[in-house]
């Protein structure tokens, strides 16, 4: 490689300041191509990655166009160079290995264009930070889509096929990037690495947790899917839902949130089932605010996704045989196994999908409450996968459930929005008939966009009667929980710590949290 410019020693703020794009130039700029028209555009890092969404004249349909910074011949070949003598030679010292990474690897960077004996002006040098940044420690070419927080999927279908994304916004959209087979199978090397999995054509399936808490499975290779390797990547906000933002979204209403309330502090067994993006886990970690501030909470998942704000709590997950290694899996059966020895009073079990659905039963039956997420369209449904294959729970042992809450994706005019369909009550078995019996509580009105309670709960009744109360102190007791969630609500407390925090606050001491009711942002003081 011949690089034409002098040598140059470069400033000491060149090695230690980072990028500013509020007093440096921005290092892209939106080149809009022939036949597109420009719809939105936004920075999902400012200054240094633009996301423009275009619409596509001759197909008259909206794309995602990510666009990073533009290199120069020279400035390609320099970074080329330097990605190639970092990987070969980036061995961390015992100072360093303390140090921030992204210090480290710039000045390692700025010490070997010093010995290629090159110079370069600031904005290069800016430009090949960002991209020596965005391979080493950040996602490659996925970094802009992976820090794009309007983004729920990625999705890649094979080799050289444009990536697809589920856009909060504008929903399912098609993208500027794909992948050749060489890169597609490194990406998906890299993947399973960074999950703390193994990929291979010997096993080329994986499902995992990256380590930003994202879902990924993988296919590897031509092996199962005949385009090539492929991915999804299931996004998951930094911060869980609250209930107060699901009461926002619309997704619930007041009354059920203090429905739910109720029934986890009484110790009652939750099931959210739904389809795909129904919103399941998100209900389920938003509900999971209501648990007392002390309680002991063990999950048990085969790939992480429960987010829980409490101290008390034991994450569990399963494991599977290591290749090479004298090592055992771990099953969600062995999980709740050890989970009984822990004296949890909360077990939250992962979506089930097989006979792992055995495990979460079990452990209702065994007096523990417990959450958990299950694909059905409806509770029918949902009793029917349960007492068949591969799931095989007995009707008997599905009746120590009490509360099944029906989650779906629906359309709103144009707009697609999370909504609760319904809730339903587990009666028990009919002595006559041997079915199971169901109590509806709340119902979703379509038309109105209202949830309606049905003026009839099993479960309101048996906390009556566990508690000693009245009617009338059961609905003073739901009237103060909807009163404290739509104040809350209305002083927008969304952040999932002060939601938290004021949840636990009533458990301890409810009257601090009335006395504050209309300016609840006095209890964070």
Not at 357 to 367: K, V
Request: charged share 25%.
């Amino acid at each position: 490689m011949n690089l034409p410019f002098p040598w140059k020693h470069p400033d000491q703020s060149e090695i230690f300041t980072d990028y500013d794009p509020e007093t440096e130039p921005a290092l892209v700029e939106a080149a809009i191509p022939e036949a597109f028209d420009l719809v939105e555009s936004y920075w999902v890092d400012k200054g240094r990655s633009l996301v423009c969404i275009l619409l596509n004249r001759h197909i008259g349909q909206n794309e995602y166009h990510l666009m990073e910074p533009a290199l120069s011949p020279f400035e390609y070949e320099l970074l080329e160079r330097l990605h190639e003598d970092l990987r070969d030679t980036l061995i961390l010292s015992d100072d360093e290995m303390i140090r921030e990474r992204k210090r480290v690897l710039i000045e390692r960077m700025n010490g070997l264009i010093r010995e290629y004996g090159v110079q370069i002006d600031p904005i290069s040098r800016r430009k090949i930070e960002y991209y020596i940044l965005r391979n080493f420690i950040g996602w490659s070419r996925l970094e802009g889509l992976m820090k794009d927080p309007d983004i729920e999927d990625i999705s890649c279908d094979g080799t050289n096929i444009p990536l697809f994304l589920y856009h909060r916004r504008f929903k399912n959209i098609r993208t500027n990037l794909s992948f050749s087979e060489v890169e597609l199978n490194s990406l998906g090397i890299s993947l399973a690495q960074r999950s703390g999995k193994h990929v291979s054509i010997g096993t080329p399936v994986v499902d995992a947790t990256l380590p930003d808490g994202s879902r990924l499975q993988l296919t590897f290779g031509k092996e199962v899917s005949t385009r090539g390797t492929s991915f999804t990547i299931r996004k998951f906000r930094a911060e869980p839902f609250t209930p107060v933002e699901l009461l926002d979204l619309g997704t619930f209403s007041p009354e059920e949130l203090a429905y739910f309330w109720m029934s986890i502090e009484n110790n009652k067994s939750l099931l959210f089932i739904g389809g795909t993006a129904s919103g399941k886990t998100s209900s389920l970690n938003a509900v999971s605010l209501f648990i007392p501030p002390l309680a002991k909470v063990v999950s048990i998942e085969d790939t992480r996704e429960i987010t829980l704000f409490h101290e008390n709590w034991i994450a569990s997950v399963t494991r599977d045989t290591i290749a090479g290694e004298a090592s055992t899996s771990i099953s969600m059966f062995d999980l709740l196994k050890a989970a009984m020895r822990q004296r949890p009073e909360f077990i939250l079990v992962g979506e089930v999908r097989g006979a792992e659905a055995q495990t979460l039963f079990q452990a209702m039956n065994t007096g523990h409450t417990t959450f958990s997420t299950m694909h059905a369209g409806g509770v029918d449904a949902a009793i029917h996968r349960l007492e068949n294959e591969p799931l095989n729970v007995p009707r008997n042992m599905v009746q120590a459930l009490d509360v099944v809450s029906v989650q779906a994706l629906i359309y709103r005019g144009t707009e697609r929005v999370r909504r609760c369909q319904e809730v339903v009550e587990i009666a028990g078995i009919d002595p006559g008939s041997g079915n199971l019996r169901v109590n509806t509580v709340f119902t979703y009105d379509a038309i109105h966009d209202v949830m309606r309670y049905s003026g009839r709960s099993l479960v309101y009744g048996r906390i009556m009667e566990m508690r000693g109360w009245t009617q009338a102190r059961l609905e003073e007791e739901i009237n103060e929980r909807i009163h404290i969630l739509r104040a809350m609500q209305e002083q927008k407390i969304t952040d999932y710590r002060k939601v938290s925090h004021i949840f636990h606050l009533y458990a301890i001491n409810r009257n601090t949290v009335m006395e504050s009711i209309d300016t609840l942002s006095r209890l964070f003081s």
